[in-house]
Every structure is written in C-alpha cells, then in structure tokens.
C-alpha cells in the first residue's frame, strides 16, 4: 500500500482579495474561548487580539449573517446583535485585505456568515463543554498570604435541531446555547490603620524633642582694669 501527499495552495484567480472559508465541519474544533463565531476572526492574518484587521480599528469590521448586517456598531470589536454559536453557523467567510464590490461599508475586517438550515431529514446534535480549576495554579499573593485559589467553572450546553416542518418545502432549524459561570475574583485594597482612623498620622523618623534655652543679653565686657600698686612696706 502507498500514501502520497500533497501540498497545493488554492489560487483564488476572481479578484485581489485576501481571507479565508471555514466550512462546518471544522469549526467546532477551532479553539475558540467563548464559542462563538466571531471569534474566529482573531485566526486570521494581519488580525489582532482585540479585532482590529490590517491596521483598521476594531469597531471598523462588517458581520453579515445571510446577507443581513447584524454588527454591533455601538459597542464594535467582535461583537454582534445575534449571538452567533459555532454550532448553529454553516460558513465562515473572512476577507482581511482587498475588498470587492460586494463588501462595503467598513474599513476593517469582512466576514460573512451562513447559518445552518433544516433539510428533509432530521439532524441535531448535543453538545456540552466543561472547564474547571482544578489543575490550576494559585496566584503568588494567594499563596503568601494562604489565601484559597478563586473558584472557576464554566459550563457550556446547548443542541441544535434541523428537520422538515413539510417536506421538500418547509424547514426547520431550532438552536440554544446556555452557560453557567460560577466563579470569584480577589480583590486588593489598602485600608487605613486604627490610629490613622483616629486622625493620628504617625511620623516615619522619630524627632528628639529638647526644652528651648531663652535668650538673655549679656553686658559687654571693657579692657581689664589695672590692678592697685602695692604699697612698699616700711622699714
């Protein structure tokens, strides 16, 4: 038996645009923190953490959703009016660079969203993700001060479901998504000390305290007189 590989990048010949498809079979296992597909944008080239595509700020960037703009341009970055989970999106579309005719609007960032649609058979699917603390290390300052590590949980549930409502016309296509995030966060303030409660401020060197000499003037002193001759004594 022989296995050959191949490694071919696809020549996109229509126009200068520069991105990428993500179909949805590969999104689900795309790391992704919030589970959502705008996050995906973050992958791509010449894209920053925070949204910001090729040089243009983060509230710059289109999210089109079968042809209807749901972005957020109130808040901007990767947000959007819709929650958009991976598993209720069927294409993921992204052009970063060189825009067409087609992508308008904004300066940033273009992706294009297809969801999921129902089809004559039934489909769905469960699905559930879990983090938790455990195996996580405490903070430095927990750790001087024995303080417990801050509890974290997250947990992600949902399912989708897609089947004929009348077959071969129309469909369906229902999709949740809930999360339960119990966690706790630390807290540092600085509090004044009892005697600083009572209006006393304590002085950082000590002051050696000492009674003041009162000054009192003093007459000047003349040329030393000279002392009386002694008389010579008799004979």
């Not at 923190?33 to 710059?60: C, F, H, M, S, W």
């Amino acid at each position: 038996m022989a296995v050959t590989a191949e490694a071919r990048a696809e020549l996109q010949t229509v126009d200068a645009r520069v991105g990428n498809v993500l179909s949805g079979r590969s999104l689900p296992v795309l790391p992704t923190i919030t589970r959502k597909a705008n996050e995906l944008l973050t992958l791509q080239p010449g894209v920053t953490p925070d949204g910001q595509v090729t040089g243009a700020r983060n509230d710059q960037s289109t999210f089109p959703l079968d042809g209807i703009d749901v972005t957020n341009q109130s808040v901007g970055g990767l947000t959007t009016y819709r929650y958009l989970g991976i598993e209720s999106v069927e294409e993921f579309r992204v052009g970063v660079a060189n825009p067409n005719a087609s992508f308008g609007r904004g300066s940033g960032g273009r992706v294009a969203i297809v969801g999921r649609r129902g089809s004559n058979e039934l489909r769905g699917a469960l699905l559930c993700y879990h983090e938790n603390d455990d195996l996580n290390a405490n903070t430095r300052t927990n750790s001087r001060n024995r303080i417990k590590e801050p509890e974290l949980k997250d947990n992600r549930f949902g399912f989708r479901v897609g089947g004929p409502l009348w077959r071969d016309r129309v469909f369906h296509f229902p999709n949740y998504g809930g999360r339960r995030f119990p966690r706790s966060s630390d807290i540092n303030r600085l509090l004044p000390t009892e005697s600083l409660r009572r209006g006393e401020l304590p002085s950082a060197t000590p002051r050696a305290t000492s009674t003041p000499t009162p000054w009192r003037p003093r007459a000047c002193a003349g040329p030393p007189a000279s002392s009386p001759a002694t008389p010579a004594a008799s004979a």
